[in-house]
């Protein structure tokens, strides 16, 4: 297992543990570390979602309604986070669909989305996609895990890794 996997795996990192797949979807497609890090393919394709990260008032508050109302899975993550779990078709450990963070700000504003998280096979071309990302408006900066983050034009912030 790569360094990479187990830190998906534990739950570390902006993409908090997400196998963003379903057990269909991991029959139709190879996992995004056994592609060949060598090929074109491996080196820009973006991958896939690996979860949303969303700043709210009350954390607590909002996990309990997801569990209590909906039905989630959470978990208490580091520095007041909380994971929002998606079970079923993703396995039996399911997936980090959301990760629910503390901000601060009028409740009356709303969730803040926060970024949007994308995963990538070992060896992605970092350089090449900060170079289209540039090109295209953007301004990436590099995050804690080795990745880029960045906005779109409308402001949405993304996150690669």
Avoid: W
């Amino acid at each position: 297992m790569s360094e990479r996997q187990d830190r998906l795996s534990n739950g570390v990192g902006p993409s908090g543990g997400k196998d963003p797949l379903s057990n269909r979807e991991h029959a139709m497609l190879a996992p995004m570390d056994s592609m060949d890090a060598s090929t074109d393919v491996a080196r820009e394709r973006l991958g896939r979602l690996a979860g949303v990260t969303v700043g709210v008032p009350d954390p607590a508050a909002t996990a309990a309604f997801l569990a209590d109302g909906i039905g989630f899975t959470t978990v208490p993550l580091d520095d007041g986070e909380i994971a929002v779990r998606c079970e079923g078709d993703y396995g039996p450990r399911g997936q980090t669909a959301v990760t629910l963070r503390p901000r601060e700000g009028d409740p009356a504003d709303g969730p803040e989305l926060l970024a949007v998280t994308f995963e990538v096979a070992g060896g992605y071309d970092f350089d090449a996609l900060a170079a289209r990302a540039s090109a295209a408006g953007a301004d990436p900066r590099p995050t804690a895990a080795g990745g880029l983050a960045f906005a779109e034009p409308a402001g949405c912030p993304l996150v690669v890794e």
